[in-house]
């Protein structure tokens, strides 16, 4: 017998032999020779073959080279092997592609710079200031928008990893948009701090005891889900369980969906468990994620990591409790680029493979999740109803903008808001306010009476899509209905359409002009840029530095501020409205988690909701706080339609510079995959252009397919999509999309 290897470098996979007997495995880097140059390769996959097989391999002039020597071994178990690899069927990618989307991103091709790394880095940091893109290039901008998806800034060589070259980065700083400056490289644990300040264990209440009980009673590989209103004790429970876990000799991992809900975790975790405590996600540096793997691969002892959701992806074993805390969270799941994996799915796959069991932590569980409990799915229960402070949920008053507006108040900010907002400094109180995150603005309301311009054909509301700076035409996204005339609205007769929305740096300066001496501070992600972006603003905003913080989405999530005891939604509709099936949900399970923002502490809390349509059902079940009713009736909804979760969807997308070759590569692709569908029930809507038709000058088109519950995608097997391609044109498999 003969190992055969298959190197793959740049995504191309190469067969060697293991011919000195290195015993080379999956994710082992090993030093092979390509068209005489010496290279390092990444083993994708490993195959055994007789020798009868290898001679004739040899004889159809196919020598085969051999292996140089082993530069790192990943040292990965079997079931790992496997699940990763079970993962990138699943998710449409090569082995190679998936496997490297699992490493850290310092592992491949980097032995040797790891270890003498320097202790000061260079950092480049976005300009949160900066206002004129126009000057920027296809590639700044592409790296700018790299930079956002990181949270602001990254070090300079992951950047050149990333395949931006400085040239690039040179251009961005120089165009003001960027900041390049020396970072120091944080290390993960400053052991000597947390060995003292270990807290005890709490008294756990009946609730959080009958919940530890459930979770014991449950096999392994199995799922629970811990559904408690924020300040219920979740994270007590997770701590509980981790301790079990951990006495055992058993890994705990436990994921949080974005990197700003990060620090207090690590915080709770190592103030309990101390220095076995360790972090893993973007605001890491390569070098810390890669020793923090090794780590993983070989601790005697059991260790808990707390990460975003590439940290699915650890080698831990034996490995205990997985908890996905805000399981609900859109941010588990990986649009883009491929592997388009949802880090929620995977961590209760995993568990399946390791043995482990899941906590799914939620105050506003997902559908999808809702509608797995037992008896109907194999998900079992757990609930805390009750708040530990006895502190009940603020009230939620909702402003009428119809009203206002017939009151000849034309503005952003609502009288009751602005008299609201103007007695806050006194009382030294502070208020949150959300603005939903640019890019939902894209549809068209009706100034009159809030009527949002809809499909005739399907129940979303239609997308604005700019031809030119003046032009715009409206088309479903759904079902690819597109028109371009100016009516008046079908509810009043008004012609007075706007699109909708406003960012955040426009609100703050309405708010600045209108409320003189408010203290505003910005909350998003250009203003949190950095590993400790978030916790340093917070802490400010703690602090006292400002009145109101304004923010995006990221202001709903995890953050416990004793004097706000105000939550603001500037324009629930423009999260109301969003082109997407999912929208009511997502929307109020974001709405619900922004109102537990308010009276954490002594004083009472309010919440203060714009929109122009009181009556919508989200805004209902907001003020009436019962998210349990809005489920069932979503779920009826979406059963009786065969949407989204009682179906299945993939989206196919498609980018190219140029804008015919594109068209046609997606036309040529659909019909590639008429016949599978047909023959699978599968139904195809498109070829379409995306919702965002050109980004970064790439012209993007897409394919949604949508079929029954469970079945399996109408796809040919490996990388037959791929092979007809035009080149310059690029496409990805999305699986089971977050936004539809
Ligand atoms: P959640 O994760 O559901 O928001 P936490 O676990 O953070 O809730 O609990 C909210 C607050 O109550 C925290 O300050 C926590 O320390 C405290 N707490 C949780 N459980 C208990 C308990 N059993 N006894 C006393 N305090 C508790
Ligand atoms: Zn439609
Ligand atoms: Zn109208």
Redesign the pocket.
């Known amino acids: 017998m003969d190992v055969l290897l298959e190197a793959g470098r740049d995504g191309r996979c190469f067969t060697y032999l293991d011919n000195k007997n290195l015993g080379v495995d999956l994710g082992d880097l090993v030093l092979v020779r390509l068209k005489g140059r010496a290279l390092h390769g990444l083993v994708v996959a490993r195959r055994r073959h007789s020798y009868e097989a290898i001679t004739d391999m040899k004889e159809s002039s196919r020598t085969l080279l051999g292996i140089e020597a082993l530069v790192q071994s990943a040292a990965v178990d079997p079931i790992w092997r496997d699940w990763v690899n079970s993962v990138a069927v699943s998710c449409y990618v090569s082995p190679y592609k998936m496997i490297k989307a699992a490493l850290p991103a310092g592992w491949l091709g980097q032995a040797k710079k790891l270890t003498d790394e320097a202790k000061s880095l260079w950092w480049i940091q976005l300009n949160p200031e900066a206002t004129n893109f126009e000057a920027l290039t296809d590639r700044q901008t592409e790296l700018m928008n790299f930079l956002k998806s990181r949270g602001g800034g990254g070090w300079q060589k992951d950047i050149s990893l990333d395949g931006f070259c400085s040239s690039v980065v040179k251009g961005l700083v120089k165009s003001g948009a960027a900041f390049r400056h020396k970072k120091k490289v944080l290390e993960n644990t400053s052991r000597a701090e947390v060995d003292e300040i270990l807290e005890n264990k709490k008294e756990l209440t009946k609730e959080q005891e009958d919940a530890v009980e459930i979770y014991e009673a449950q096999q392994q590989g199995s799922a629970i889900l811990l559904w408690g209103v924020t300040g219920s004790g979740k994270t007590e429970v997770y701590l509980h369980l981790a301790a079990r876990e951990l006495e055992e000799g058993r890994h705990c991992l436990i994921l949080a969906p974005e990197i700003g809900l990060i620090p207090q975790l690590v915080d709770r975790f190592r103030g309990r468990f101390g220095k076995i405590v360790f972090e893993y996600h973007s605001g890491c540096s390569d070098r810390e994620r890669v020793r923090t793997w090794r780590l993983a691969l070989k601790s005697q002892s059991p260790l808990v990591i707390v990460g975003t959701r590439s940290a699915v992806f650890i080698p831990l074993s034996p490995l205990g409790l997985i908890v996905v805390d805000e399981e609900h969270d859109t941010s588990y799941k990986q649009e883009s680029p491929m592997p388009c994996y949802n880090a929620r799915e995977l961590a209760v796959e995993r568990a399946k493979w390791f043995g482990s069991k899941v906590v799914l932590g939620s105050a506003t569980p997902s559908l999808l999740t809702w509608k797995n409990l037992c008896p109907q799915g194999p998900l079992r229960l757990a609930r805390l109803t009750s708040r530990i402070s006895r502190q009940p949920l603020p009230p939620v008053r909702v402003v009428d903008m119809r009203q206002e507006l017939a009151a000849g108040h034309r503005r952003l900010i609502s009288r009751p808001l602005i008299q609201r907002l103007r007695g806050l400094p006194e009382r030294g109180e502070q208020a949150v306010m959300l603005v939903p995150r640019r890019g939902y603005s894209g549809f068209l309301?009706?100034?009159?009476?809030?009527?949002v311009v809809q499909c005739p054909h399907c129940d979303v509301a239609l997308t604005v899509h700019l031809t030119n700076k003046s032009n715009y035409s409206l088309r479903c996204h759904w079902c690819g209905y597109r028109t371009n005339k100016e009516s008046?609205?079908?509810?009043?007769?008004?012609s007075?359409f706007k699109p909708f929305g406003a960012g955040t740096q426009r609100v703050m300066e309405t708010l600045s002009r209108e409320l003189e001496g408010l203290r505003l501070m910005r909350f998003d992600r250009d203003s949190t840029g950095g590993r400790d972006g978030h916790r340093r603003l917070l802490s400010r905003f703690a602090a006292g530095e400002a009145d109101v913080l304004v923010g995006t989405q990221m202001l709903s999530k995890g953050m416990d501020l004793p004097r706000v005891t105000l939550a603001i939604v500037l324009a629930a509709d423009g999260l109301l409205h969003r082109p997407d099936l999912q929208a009511e949900e997502q929307t109020l399970q974001l709405l619900l988690q922004l109102a537990g923002r308010a009276g954490r502490g002594d004083l009472p809390g309010e919440v203060l909701v714009q929109t122009y349509c009181p009556e919508h059902p989200v805004i209902q079940h907001l003020v009436d706080g019962r998210y349990e009713e809005f489920l069932k009736k979503e779920a009826d909804l979406r059963r009786e339609s065969g949407l989204v979760p009682y179906s299945r969807a993939c989206i196919l997308r498609l980018a190219g510079e140029s804008a015919t070759l594109t068209a046609s590569a997606a036309s040529v692709l659909s019909e590639q995959i008429r016949p599978l569908c047909n023959q699978a029930g599968w139904e195809m809507i498109g070829p379409a252009p995306a919702m965002i038709p050109k980004v970064a000058g790439r012209n993007r088109w897409q394919l949604l397919l949508h079929g029954p519950e469970l079945s399996s995608l109408p796809l040919p097997d490996g990388s037959t999509l791929w092979d007809s391609l035009p080149r310059g044109v690029t496409l990805s498999v999305d699986p089971d999309p977050i936004q539809l």
């Open positions: 309301s009706c100034r009159s009476c809030g009527e008046t609205c079908t509810n009043c007769g008004s007075a």
